[in-house]
């Protein structure tokens, strides 16, 4: 989360509020939007994705780190600009990390695949579990049973490819979340990586990161 890193070679605006915003990192591969996790909460932003996003521009993909409005109680417009950064970039893939994940499980456009990471794909079941001390409630402004329509498990079927990468040790979004998305979505890919916690899927240097790495290869081939 804290590890340092070079910013984006540009940013790009989507709309008029200061988060409404997207660090470019241009390279000649498919372009990778990635999603920002930290529970919705304000205090975390895009920045401690750029070791993550340095890492897949080496290695040839073109990223895009999105923000978005993080407003408790107000969900919506955090998942409009999510959708609307993705209509503007027209990503090969988008990858979200937790609460990331669950916006971009909710707002990728049929035809983009996602790779999602530790999402937070059941927001009534992350809530009976209180992750992060009512993270889902705070993000809501409510409980999860009105909000059918943002919550990955209970939506239809995604018209997209989706591949779920979580950790079997992961203490802040358990495996049972993921688990939970792939019993109702069955078509969906779950890849488990033994002894992985949370923050290592986004971190290039851990021993979960070629997994990851390969997942992503797999949705979105480099150059040769």
Known sequence: MTRPAPGPDRTLRYGEDADQMID????????????????????????HLRPMANALREAGWSVAAIEYRRRPGR?????????????????????????????????????????ALAPVADLRLADRLDL????????????????ADLDPVRMPDPPNRVVIV???DDERVPLCVSESYVAS????????????????????????????RRELTALAPRPR
Do not use: K, Q
Not at 31 to 36: D, F, G, I, S, Y
Not at 88 to 102: C, E, K
Not at 136 to 143: E, Q
Not at 190 to 200: C, M, T, Y
């Open 24 to 47: 470019l990192w241009p390279a000649e591969g498919p372009t990778v939007a990635l999603v920002h996790g930290g529970f919705w909460r304000p205090e975390f932003d895009r920045t």
């Open 166 to 168: 979580h950790g079997t």
């Open 185 to 212: 979505h069955p078509a969906t890919s779950l890849v488990r990586i033994s002894g992985a916690g949370h923050f290592v899927l986004i971190d290039p240097e851990s021993e979960a990161w070629p997994v990851v």
């Open 75 to 115: 969900p919506r417009p955090t998942v409009d600009d999510v959708r609307t950064a993705l209509d503007v970039l027209r990503p090969s893939v988008v990858v979200g990390h937790s609460a990331g994940a669950h916006l971009a499980m909710c707002a990728a456009p049929e035809g983009t695949a996602v790779l």
């Open 132 to 147: 992060d001390g009512g993270g889902v409630t705070d993000f809501l402004g409510g409980p999860p049973d009105d909000y």
